[in-house]
T-cell receptor
Framework: EAQVTQNPRYLITVTGKKLTVTCSQN?????MSWYRQDPGLGLRQIYY???????DKGDVPEGYKVSRKEKRNFPLILESPSPNQTSLYFC?????????????FGPGTRLTVL | RKEVEQDPGPFNVPEGATVAFNCTYS??????FFWYRQDCRKEPKLLMS???SGNEDGRFTAQLNRASQYISLLIRDSKLSDSATYLC????????????FGAGTTVTVRA
């Protein structure tokens, strides 16, 4: 089954404790991205990757890191989480973007930082 | 000004009614337009692309007005299962490929 998986699905942590949210896709997609969704703000792009070893900042990259060592995986790293990073996070993938391609989203990770 | 703006609603409509709402975008260089559906904080899923000539998919009709920089979605003969949040997505290629999401319009269909 073609899918994007994220782990964990739910996480409660404390300020300053490093965490990683994994994202994996099995569709051989080049383009992957991370979004956070907050009430009233919609989805905002954190980082994206056009291909292996190529990553770029989105609209809200502060406090986050990513890596793309393999095509299928695109982990999101919070080195020192803070309460303002409490949010719903989605990973997405698609073929090389042409403007007509569907974004496939993972099921989301609900993160709470105390 | 936000790049993509939507009326958050909610639009509360009875079954069988028609409901329509718009999404405005600020970047005149925007190239592609989509409507996604999101159920109760689950992942967004593509509902339909929006083409310049307008397009239909069953009970759903999407229109694009480049001059006024908005897209619209119309749902005919609403079903209970249409209750969801509808996200407007706009893409552009300037310095790089960029997707911009609206905050969503919530539709609730009541029996």
């Amino acid at each position: 089954e073609a899918q994007v998986t994220q782990n964990p699905r739910y996480l409660i942590t404390v300020t300053g404790k490093k965490l990683t949210v994994t994202c994996s896709q099995n569709m051989n997609h080049e383009y992957m991205s991370w979004y956070r969704q907050d009430p009233g703000l919609g989805l905002r792009q954190i980082y994206y990757s056009m291909n292996v070893e190529v990553t770029d900042k989105g609209d809200v990259p502060e406090g986050y890191k990513v890596s793309r060592k393999e095509k299928r995986n695109f982990p999101l790293i919070l080195e020192s989480p803070s309460p303002n990073q409490t949010s719903l996070y989605f990973c997405a993938s698609s073929p090389p973007p042409t403007g007509t391609d569907e974004q496939f989203f993972g099921p989301g990770t609900r993160l709470t930082v105390l | 000004r936000k790049e993509v703006e939507q009326d958050p609603g909610p639009f509360n409509v009875p079954e069988g009614a028609t409901v329509a709402f718009n999404c405005t975008y600020s970047n005149s260089a925007s190239q592609s337009f989509f409507w996604y559906r999101q159920d109760c904080r689950k992942e967004p899923k593509l509902l339909m692309s929006v083409y310049s000539s307008g397009n239909e998919d069953g009970r759903f009709t999407a229109q694009l007005n480049r001059a006024s920089q908005y897209i619209s979605l119309l749902i005919r003969d609403s079903k209970l299962s249409d209750s969801a949040t509808y996200l407007c997505v706009v893409t552009s290629w300037e310095n790089d490929y960029k997707l911009s999401f609206g905050a969503g319009t919530t539709v609730t269909v009541r029996a």
